[in-house]
């Protein structure tokens, strides 16, 4: 089962959504930022690099542990959670069909759970065991006394484009005007606010839509009920098909951002050490499968997007093959990033915590040595 999304959804569909004020806090955000630069109008380049810098896309799968033994492996059970469905968190999922998890003795289940609080509070009461999560809502939780921790962290850029239509040209035409996130002062929330102020512009200036996903910030602004959407890949490819354009880049930022972090709780790590890094070491193989095999990245996509648009899933293929780490560990300067971030828009706890408090690294360390 492939708990995916369909990138055909209707215009009718529910945006299921609730209208905000940017509220997440109006001090100015550290001024790292302030180089960036919004795109031109005219500008429908994907933000890949070239291809011909593309990895190569011949490489065959090896067989797997299992196979190459004849002999069956005991396997532990794990479950999984993704918060929401885009091109980067389909890892687990290349891990699962690929068949490293059984290779590591694991008998891995992955689940859907909307929006990464509701994901950290599955980890809390035991429901999950390790899950995919955006870095505010885990450091926040952290913050507020959850006992979690980042075990792995695959991009270390923000991912997405703030698409418009072509009537928006520049950042000062979203004054006043109604910008469509996953959720109000999340990730997406969080790295638009610094970009505007990076613009000389405020917070305050746009009002933040809360959308319970990509589908549906695509759809309100396919609809006009959004002026920007901030959508990942593939959404910006198939939003740029659509006529919509890049106002800005965000995987082009000067910044260490840890994205789409993998993350459990203490209870579970020091209870499960060894599944932990076997589920490090099956990670680490789906990345390398990712950015050495397009034909069956092209193929688990169709399946985990839901798509059968070959062109789309191959940009997005593209763009993640250039930005995924090959080596997924967490690092306190990402940790601190938004640790600085939360601190200039408010978050108190966040000014004089540890950022090696929040990561985990010794578990893919044990895992990178047994691979």
């Known amino acids: 089962m492939y708990p995916g999304v369909n990138m055909k959804t209707s215009l009718g569909s529910s945006l299921s959504i609730v209208l905000l004020l940017a ?8 001024a790292s930022i302030s180089s960036v ?11 890949s690099a070239s291809a011909s810098a593309k990895p190569a896309a011949s490489a065959k799968p090896a067989a797997s542990a299992a196979a190459a033994s004849g002999k069956p492996l005991s396997q532990t059970k794990l479950r999984f959670a993704l918060p929401i469905n885009s091109g980067l968190q389909v890892l687990p999922q290349v891990a699962l069909d690929a068949g490293y998890f059984k290779d590591e003795g694991l008998d891995a289940t992955i689940t859907s759970i909307p929006n990464s609080q ?8 035991g429901d999950i065991d390790l899950a995919n999560s955006d870095s505010p809502s885990t450091v926040n939780a952290h913050l507020s006394g959850v006992a979690n921790q980042i075990v792995a962290v695959p991009v270390s850029k923000p991912i997405f484009d703030l698409m418009v ?9 979203l ?16 790295q638009i606010q610094r970009a505007l102020v990076g ?17 549906g910030m695509f759809a309100g602004l396919r609809a006009g009920q959004v002026a920007a959407a901030a959508l990942a890949p593939p959404f910006n490819f198939q939003a740029k098909k659509d006529g919509f354009h890049s106002l800005v880049d965000m995987s082009q930022l000067p910044i260490d951002y840890p994205t789409a972090v993998v993350q459990t709780v203490k209870p579970f790590l020091e209870a499960h050490p060894d599944t932990t890094v076997a589920f490090l070491k099956a990670y680490i193989k789906a990345i390398h499968r990712y950015k050495t095999d397009e034909a069956f990245m092209v193929e688990t996509y169709k399946k985990f997007l839901k798509s059968d648009d070959t062109a789309v899933i191959q940009e997005t293929w593209e763009y993640y093959a250039h930005l995924l780490h090959d080596d ?6 990402g940790v601190k990033f938004v640790l600085d971030t939360l601190a200039a828009t408010g978050t108190d706890a966040a000014k004089n915590a540890n950022p090696t408090d929040f990561i985990a690294p010794s578990f893919i360390n044990q895992a990178k040595a047994g691979s």
Do not use: H
């Not at 630069?37 to 933000?47: F, M, Q």
């Not at 005007?177 to 929330?189: E, I, Y």
């Not at 933040?208 to 990509?214: A, E, K, T, W």
């Not at 997924?328 to 300067?333: F, H, R, V």
């Open 175 to 190: 004054k006043g005007k109604t910008v469509a996130v996953s959720r109000v002062c999340d990730s997406t929330c969080f």
């Open 118 to 125: 509701n994901v950290i509070a599955a980890l809390q009461k």
């Open 37 to 47: 630069a919004a795109k031109p109008a005219a500008s429908t380049a994907p933000a």
């Open 23 to 30: 509220a997440c806090g109006g001090a100015a955000a550290p």
């Open 165 to 173: 239509p072509a009537s928006i040209t520049k950042p000062e035409d």
């Open 328 to 333: 997924p560990t967490p690092t306190a300067e």
């Open 199 to 215: 613009w000389g512009m405020q917070p305050k200036d746009v009002n933040f839509l809360g959308v319970s996903d990509y589908t």
